[in-house]
C-alpha cells in the first residue's frame, strides 16, 4: 500500500513541475466555460425551460461537464492516454522494466493515474467554485446529493481509468493503439452525455445509452447534481456504474493475466 | 518553376510514404467519418428539440460546419506543418534543415508535410454541405459554385496566415504552445457555431484579429441569403478572397522577419 502511495505521489510531483502546461489547460477551460455558455444561451433565447430542463440546470450541467473533463484529462489528451503510453513501451520493450517490478501493473497504473488525478482537482475545484459564484449556478438539491454526486463521479473515473487500461492492453498483441485508442476516446464524447446530455436524446436512445458505461462519465453524476436523477432512480443509475465496474475490472484481470503470458511467449 | 516541379516531386514521395500504412489510413477514414457525422449527429438532437441556435436552423449550422471542413480539408492535406510543427522545428533546432537548402523554406517545409486525413475531412465536407443544401432546398447556380470555390481557397489561406503568424512568434520566444493551443480552440470549436452567439469581443476578435469568421460565418451570410445574421458591415459577406490575401501578406511579412531574427538553438 505504501508503494503505491509513493507512486501516486511522485506522479503528483511530476505535474507540480509542468505548471506553465496547467496554465494553458486552465486558460482552454475558461475558453470552453465561455463557449458553452454562449452556445447554451443561443439554444434557450431567453425561455427559462425547455423539455423539462430548466436554463440554471442546463448551465450548472454544462459547466461540471468541463470541470469533470479537466478532472478526467489525466495525460493531456482527453482520456484515454494510458493506451498510447502502453503501445509505445510495447515498441520501445520499456515495458519489461516496468514488469520486473514489484507492484501489481494494474495498480501500478492506477496509482500513477491518481496522482495526476490529484493534480488535476487541485487546480479544477477552484475554477468550479469560481465559476458557480460568477454564473450563479445552482448547488445540489441537498446534502445527499451532494454525496451521491461525489460517489458516482469517482465510480465514473474508476471506469474511464478501466476502460483506457482494457484498451491498452491490445498493445500487447499488436503493439500499435491508435486506432481503437481514438475510437474509444470519439466514442466518450459522443455517448456520454459531456456535450449534449442525454435528457435531450429520444427516450429509446437514452435508455440504451444509459446502460452502457459511457453515461457513467458525466451523464450520471451530472444528473445527480443538477437534481434530474435522483431517489431510487439515482441508486439504480449508481447500480449500474458499480455493476460495470467489477465487470470490466475482472475482464481486466482475465485480460491482463493472458496479455502477460503473450509477452513472455514473444520473448522466447 | 525549378521550385514548383520540386515541389511536386517532394510532395509525391510523401504520399507515398504515408501509403505504406494502409491499415491505418482506413481506420482513420472510418473514425473521421464517425467524428464528423457523430458531432453533427448531436447538433440536430439538440437542434430538434431547441429549433433553433442564435437564430440558426439545423440546416445552417450544418452549412456552417461543412463549410469549415473544406478549407480545414486541405490544411491538413497540403500544411499540416504549420499548425505546430513548424514550432517543433525550431525549439529542436531542427529547423536549420530547411535553411540549408537553395529553396525557399516556407515551401520546403509545405512540401514535406502531408496528411492524407486531410482528404477524408474534406470529404465529409462536402458530405455535410450537400446535407446542408437539401435541408435547407439551396439552389445552387454556376456563379455560386465559383465563388464557393473561391472562398473555400481564400478560407485556406486565412488558416495557413493564422497558423504561419503564430508560428513565426517562437522565431523571437520559442516556448508558446499557449498560443498555438488558444488559436486551436477557436479554429477547432468556437466557429463550428454562428458568430452571432457571443459576445462582442469575441465577434471582434474572430473578425479583426484572428479572422477565423471569415471562413464560414461571412461566407454563410451570402450563400444562405442571411441578411438577419450580418455583423459589422454587409459586405463582409463577400469579404473572404480579399481578407484571405491581406492575412497572407501579413503573415507572409511576419514569417520574412521572424527568418531574419532567427538564431539557432543549436542542438
Known amino acids: 500500500m505504501r508503494a503505491y502511495l509513493e507512486i501516486a505521489k511522485k506522479s503528483f510531483q511530476e505535474m507540480l513541475s509542468s505548471r506553465g502546461e496547467a496554465l494553458i489547460r486552465l486558460l482552454a477551460m475558461l475558453l470552453s466555460l465561455y ?42 489528451l482527453l482520456q484515454v492516454y494510458i493506451a498510447y503510453w502502453m503501445a509505445r513501451k510495447m515498441r520501445s520493450g520499456e515495458i519489461v ?57 469517482a465510480i465514473g473515473y474508476l471506469l474511464v481509468f478501466l ?33 449534449i446530455p442525454l435528457w435531450f436524446f429520444p427516450a429509446w ?33 449508481i447500480a449500474v456504474q458499480v455493476a460495470w465496474a467489477l465487470v470490466l475490472f475482472a475482464l481486466s484481470r482475465v485480460l491482463w493475466s493472458r496479455a502477460r503470458r503473450h509477452l513472455m511467449i514473444h520473448a522466447g | 518553376m525549378f521550385n514548383l516541379r520540386l515541389f511536386f516531386k517532394l510532395f509525391a514521395l510523401n504520399l507515398k510514404a504515408q501509403l505504406e500504412y494502409r491499415v491505418d489510413f482506413i481506420v482513420s477514414v472510418f473514425q473521421i467519418m464517425l467524428l464528423q457525422l457523430g458531432s453533427l449527429g448531436l447538433i440536430w438532437i439538440v437542434l430538434d428539440r431547441f429549433h433553433d441556435l442564435g437564430g440558426w436552423t439545423f440546416g445552417e449550422v450544418a452549412f456552417l460546419v461543412g463549410l469549415r471542413l473544406l478549407s480545414h480539408g486541405i490544411l491538413i492535406l497540403f500544411f499540416p506543418d504549420i499548425r ?51 435541408t435547407l432546398h439551396l439552389h445552387w447556380t454556376v456563379m455560386k459554385i465559383f465563388f464557393l470555390a473561391v472562398v473555400v481557397l481564400g478560407a485556406l489561406l486565412i488558416e495557413v496566415s493564422v497558423y504561419l503568424a503564430a508560428s513565426s512568434v517562437s522565431f523571437w520566444i520559442l516556448k508558446l504552445e499557449a498560443l498555438t493551443d488558444i488559436t486551436f480552440q477557436f479554429h477547432e470549436q468556437f466557429i463550428l457555431y454562428p458568430l452571432n452567439i457571443y459576445g462582442k469581443p469575441i465577434q471582434a476578435l ?25 455583423l459589422f458591415h454587409p459586405a463582409f459577406a463577400y469579404a473572404t478572397p480579399a481578407v484571405g490575401i491581406l492575412a497572407f501578406a501579413g503573415a507572409y511579412l511576419i514569417w520574412k522577419r521572424g527568418l531574419r531574427a532567427y538564431g539557432s538553438t543549436g542542438s
Open chain 2, 206 to 230: 474572430l473578425t479583426f484579429v484572428i479572422p477565423f469568421a471569415f471562413v464560414n460565418y461571412y461566407p454563410a451570410i451570402y450563400f444562405l441569403d442571411k441578411s438577419s445574421a450580418v
Open chain 2, 84 to 134: 505546430g510543427g513548424v514550432n517543433e522545428y525550431i525549439v529542436s533546432g531542427e529547423f536549420d534543415r530547411f535553411l540549408l537548402k537553395p529553396v525557399n523554406p516556407l515551401l520546403l517545409l509545405v512540401a514535406n508535410s502531408v496528411l492524407l486525413n486531410g482528404f477524408t475531412d474534406f470529404s465529409s465536407g462536402m458530405a455535410i454541405v450537400a446535407i446542408a443544401s437539401t
Open chain 1, 163 to 195: 476502460i483506457d487500461f482494457l484498451v491498452s492492453l491490445i498493445a500487447f498483441w499488436t503493439t500499435q493503439t491508435r486506432g481503437v485508442g481514438g475510437f474509444t476516446r470519439l466514442i466518450i464524447a459522443l455517448l456520454s452525455g459531456s456535450f
Open chain 1, 205 to 237: 436512445a437514452r435508455d440504451a445509452l444509459s446502460w452502457l458505461p459511457f453515461s457513467s462519465i458525466y451523464h450520471a453524476p451530472l444528473s445527480i447534481f443538477i437534481g434530474k436523477l435522483k431517489g431510487a432512480e439515482a441508486m439504480k443509475t
Open chain 1, 35 to 76: 463557449l458553452l455558455r454562449s452556445f447554451w444561451k443561443g439554444l434557450y433565447a431567453g425561455s427559462d425551460e425547455v423539455q423539462g430542463m430548466k436554463f440554471t440546470s442546463m448551465l450548472t450541467y454544462a459547466t461540471l461537464s468541463v470541470i469533470t473533463g479537466g478532472i478526467l484529462n489525466i495525460f493531456g
Open chain 1, 97 to 153: 522494466m516496468d514488469l520486473l517490478k514489484p507492484t501489481d501493473f494494474e495498480l501500478y497504473l492506477f496509482s500513477h493515474s491518481t496522482g495526476r488525478l490529484a493534480f488535476n482537482l487541485m487546480f479544477s475545484v477552484p475554477v468550479a467554485i469560481l465559476a458557480f459564484i460568477v454564473f450563479r449556478l445552482e448547488p445540489p438539491p441537498g446534502p445527499a446529493a451532494a454525496f451521491l454526486f461525489m460517489g458516482s463521479l
